[in-house]
């Protein structure tokens, strides 16, 4: 990742992207090929790697572990939900400037645009009736970040899952934050967890047991309405998706669109120091919208298509050969 | 001393002599800002400025602001003190306030400070903390003071003192039901005396600060931001409301006779009485 | 909490009491009343209350207050550059640093800078910079620091953040295009879900919590922002016409994003005035 760039390499980048072709050949609003795979280590609930042709490498892991639920004093909110926990990390391998400390900034800002869009809930105070702490009342709505909690919930106000996210960054190639997010949706879709059953030990106590089945697992729900995120890149006048790193160099500003299947939009961040005219915005946000709804249409169709090549190979008695990390 | 050749103007001579030039003031018995030497600058107490403390006041002292919040929340008590609460007093001088502070943990000042005014607090008593006991051995209030420094323009120990004690005096916490282990608070409609409480101040101390000269002996009351960093010490008296000495903290390496001693004594009585005057009218 | 030697410690841990409603009490919703505050439409604003040099030893300071929510900021700078290894810049840095003062949240804040202070602090700095012309002093850096002292609606307060800050900045005479403008905005559903009624534990289907269309609340407070399903703050630089930052999160339909940037870029306009107000009054304390 190089941190400064010449005056006559931005200019040809600048020129060549008002003419609408990149320094790889691209047109402006040309996504690089997604190389993406679950289910990549076993230790994990779910895995994915994801790739983006040219550098960027992300790993997401998705751990889900029990945990007391975190109700908040003043309203009572949250004793029937579960919690996503995110955590993003650059390896300092994936570029010189993550070493020491260099990397903190961008690990803090990934990880809390990472919060912020997936586990913002909307409210639950559906009813006027917040008087009544046991929360009897159906969720809403899922949240942006379109996981159900509520399911992850095992005994209300007392244990529920939590799904430790946590993206590490293994190269840098430009547009990190669509790749982390697409490891993430992935991930998640990856991710089995273990059924529980809750016994009423009578006196308002209750008891868990988790089932210790293989097979017999859940997987996350609302898990098709997570989104991803689409970066625009503002240079000159013109905006491009899925900047290379000398592309990220000249961007004045980066616009990052969170998009779900329905295309909804469920976040939106300006990064770096420039400003964008508000028309020029909110075309930049349609765009985001239409491109991040054929992506994600793109990549269920590839995860589909891994899991069911992968019940085939089950079914027919073939062990089930994962790519693996060195993997090209 | 020789005519210097050329001359300055008055702005140039206090940055390049600023002792010289606050000499020259203080001989004629006057300060840079036009106070005498034992005037204290105006100063102004509001009383419960942050909704979402428990209590709350803003002091003013001159170009000194300080914003002081209370927050109430419950911990378990100390095993030796089972019946006892917490009284957390501190003073944070953020970067924001002026360029002597830098961001990061608390600046020695700071923690000088907050150690001192924890001190006089605890050592004269102001609050029992049997008050703040909900059920013995189980749960006691923490009572979080958090005195902030918006403006920072000298003296912030009489500042922070007095935004402490009108927070303290501007505090309201709900009467807490203690029940398995939990406590509950009612929320909802204005607090009134029927569903919360006051805390009951003992004593309430009060302080005067006075900058030290040792070269010409002269003693500056209220010192500002750089009276303080040209005098040799400070000098901070500590006066409850009858008058009885709470405590006396010096700063610095300069000395201090008797007589001046006496002097900053009897001064401060003078002003702390002023200032629960301005406390008291809102 | 590990233990803090710099500071006066308290126990190891506490918590703030669970609050217990009456039976008979009954907090604002947005499907009986029009606003938390009765006398705002939707689209009104808190009066601002913006005031200059409030720090004197800073270069420039601003006081912003829209009724509880209150800021302050100083600003220190130009200065050189302190750290050390950070080479040479030929353009000046803006590092902006906001804390949440610990009494300034219903729920107390820590005392050292949590990540999501060092968030805010980054996208504020991202939002300012397009304004200020840091080409004008290179090797340096100019500081900027916010202290929330009170805290009434999440949104509301980044965008005073960024309001108080530019007028910061202007009051220290730092050299800029423009001034930022922030202001913010929520969705809130303005009619109960008829799903919610529903005393089964089934989740609603999807198709019927998407037809409701919320309403857009402009500068909405903590009340109101408990019921929102989404909200956006926008910073803008009036005079230029460009956005400089733009902050969403939560579910919404293009249709009222849209929306609410335009509403955000109008209420952006009415700050700039009040801004502008108060850095002539300032010039006018100068003069006199």
Known sequence: MPSLISPSERDYILKGIECNIRADGRQRPDYREVILETGVISQTSGSARVRLAGGTDVLVSVKADIGPVLVDPETGEGADKGQIICNVECAPSASQQFEGRGADELNNELTQMMTRFLSHNTTTLSTPSSTTPSSTGAPNNNGAGGINLSKLCIIPGEQCWILYVDALVLDYGGNLVDAVFMGTRAAIFDTRIPKTEVQDLGDGNFDFEVLDDAEDTEVVEGREDMPICITLNKIGARHIVDASPLEELCTEAKLVVAVNRSGELCGLQKGQDGGIEPSLLLEMIQFGKTLGQTLIKQLDAKIKAEAEADTIKRQNGQPVVKLGFFAQ | ?282 | MATDRKRVAGPESSVAPLVEYPIDHQPWTPFTEKRHDSHRQPEDLRPIYLKTGLISEANGSAYIELEKTKLTCGVYGPRPVKRAGQGFSDRGTLNCEIKFATFSCVKRRGTMRDAQEKELSQILSQGLTPAVRLELFPKSNVDIYITVLESDGWGSCIAAAFTVASVALAHAGIEMLDLVAGCSASYIPTSIPSTSSSTTSEAPSEGATGSITPQIFMDADLEEEKFQQGSIVLAYMPSLNQTTHVLQSGKAEGAIISQSVEHCVEACNKIFAVMNHALLESIDQKTV
């Open chain 2, 1 to 282: 001393m020789a005519t210097p050749a050329f001359s300055f103007t008055p702005s140039t001579f206090q940055k390049l002599h600023p002792a010289e030039f606050f000499r020259r003031f203080t001989t004629e018995g006057v300060r840079p800002d036009g106070r005498l030497l034992d005037a204290f600058r105006p100063t102004t107490v509001h009383h419960g400025v942050i909704s979402t403390a428990n209590g709350s006041a803003m002091v003013r002292i001159g170009g000194t602001t300080v914003v002081c919040g209370v927050k109430a929340e419950v911990a378990e008590p100390k095993l030796d003190a089972p019946d006892q609460g917490y009284l957390v007093p501190n003073v944070e001088l953020s970067p924001m306030c002026s360029s002597k502070f830098r961001p990061g943990p608390p600046s020695e000042q700071a923690q000088a400070v907050s150690e001192a005014i924890n001190r006089v607090l605890k050592e004269s008593k102001v609050l029992d903390l049997k008050d703040l006991c909900i059920e013995e051995g189980k749960a006691v209030w923490v009572l979080y003071v958090d005195a902030v420094c918006v403006a920072y323009d000298g003296n912030i120990f009489d500042a922070a003192l007095a935004a402490i004690m009108a927070a303290l005096k501007n505090v309201r916490i709900r009467k807490p039901t203690y029940q398995e282990g939990t406590i509950k608070v009612s929320g909802g409609s204005t607090a009134t005396d029927e569903n919360s409480f006051r805390l009951n101040l003992a004593r309430a101390p009060l302080s005067a600060t006075f900058a030290i000269f040792d070269t010409t002996l002269t003693i500056l009351a209220d010192p500002n931001v750089t009276e303080e960093t040209i005098s040799d010490g400070q000098i901070s008296i500590t006066l409850d409301e009858t008058g009885l000495l709470c405590g006396v903290t010096k700063i610095g390496a300069a000395s201090c006779s008797q007589s001046v001693m006496k002097d900053c004594v009897q001064s401060a009585k003078k002003r702390t009485l002023q200032l629960r005057g301005i406390m008291n009218q809102q």
